[in-house]
């Protein structure tokens, strides 16, 4: 594949660092009571819905889950929108009826987001039906964890959407836990998604670094094609280090309160981190290194300024 467009990156390392920190905020204010429902951030996992949005086309459907902050925000959707919704304000994208885990909002072709584990990929695949039968050139985007896809109908939808040849590409974001339980605790071993998905239900399978932006638009791109040509079901398998707690706004991985990690996992996050992997990109493309840091404080700072602008106009809804 051809090397990937400067404006690209530039507008993937803007979003990467707009949902960053977003999140950063949201933490803080959570952390002063101010949202009452659940909260799990992406932290760390930007760079997977960021490179999934940017490679797939604007009229595709998305989908997404308990996680999903960064995914609206990817995915074109309105910051003051989510702003409004986490905290539960009419004006949020869902009329501040849901919080968090429930974004929605048609007008950027996200779908929603659907906490129930195992249950996003069937109905996302009922949208996928609806294009098929539309003859539309589009395909639907459903985001699910690695525990999520543990679920019976998980299986149960790729095996059906591949029965009928549906648009349908699954972005597994595995970042080796759910909740608290690493892969050890869930699954036996030598469990292998490729074997399953790729030769068990013969659907397209890709594996890629979820903290690279550039693997993950490049792939989502592949990927794309081979489930429109060949009319099967995709699979994008995505290794993702998420900073926070399951749930809450604990984002220190060094502070950890019941230390679930493995000894180093702390210092793989961090080298890791979606934002030093796209800057190095940037900086091997002949971006200028200062300039670099000076655009991301005028990009982070932008932010923080638009966040608490809509912030300090919130009202809670009544119910
Ligand atoms: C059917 C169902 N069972 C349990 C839960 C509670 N729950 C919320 S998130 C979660 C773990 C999800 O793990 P994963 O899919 O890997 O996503 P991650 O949180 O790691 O992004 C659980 C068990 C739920 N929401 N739905
Ligand atoms: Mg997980």
Redesign the pocket.
């Known amino acids: 594949m051809r090397k990937i467009k400067i404006n690209i990156l530039l507008k993937a390392f803007k979003k990467i660092l707009e949902i960053r920190e977003t999140e950063l905020n949201i933490a803080t204010e959570f952390k002063k009571n101010k949202i009452f429902s659940f909260l799990?951030l992406c932290i760390g996992q930007e760079a997977s819905a960021v490179g999934v949005s940017l490679g797939s086309n604007e009229n595709d459907i998305f989908f997404g889950?308990?996680?999903s902050h960064g995914h609206y925000l990817a995915k074109g959707g309105d910051l003051k929108k989510l702003i409004f919704e986490v905290f539960g304000d009419i004006r949020g994208s869902c009329n501040g009826y849901g919080g968090s885990m429930h974004m929605i909002d048609h007008s950027v072709n996200f779908f929603g987001s659907i906490?129930?584990?195992?249950?996003s990929a069937p109905i996302a695949s009922g949208i996928s039906m609806a294009q098929k039968l539309n003859k539309s050139k589009n395909i639907t985007i459903v985001f699910?964890?690695?525990?999520?896809?543990e679920?019976g109908s998980f299986y149960e939808t790729i095996n059906m959407a591949g029965l009928y040849k549906l648009p349908l590409m699954v972005v597994i974001?595995d970042?080796r836990?759910?909740?608290e339980a690493d892969i050890k605790k869930r699954k036996v071993k030598n469990y292998n998604f490729r074997n399953i998905f790729q030769n068990g239900l013969q659907a397209h399978y890709l594996r890629a670094n979820g903290n690279n932006f550039v693997e993950v638009y490049k792939s989502t791109i592949l990927l794309r094609k081979k489930i429109l040509k060949n009319k099967k079901v995709g699979i994008l398998h995505l290794d993702c280090l998420?900073h926070a707690k399951?749930s809450g706004a604990n984002i220190n991985v060094v502070d950890q309160k019941s230390h679930y990690r493995y000894k180093n996992e702390y210092k793989e996050i961090i080298d890791n981190d979606p934002i030093k992997i796209i800057k190095k990109e940037m900086i091997r493309r002949k971006f200028n290194k200062i300039k670099l840091e000076i655009l991301e404080k005028k990009i982070r700072d932008k932010n923080n300024m638009l966040f608490y602008k809509t912030f300090n106009t919130i009202k809670i809804r009544s119910l």
């Not at 699910?144 to 896809?149: I, L, Q, R």
């Open positions: 799990h889950n308990h996680r906490p129930i584990l195992g249950s699910v964890g690695d525990g999520s896809a679920e974001e970042n836990y759910a909740v998420r399951h």
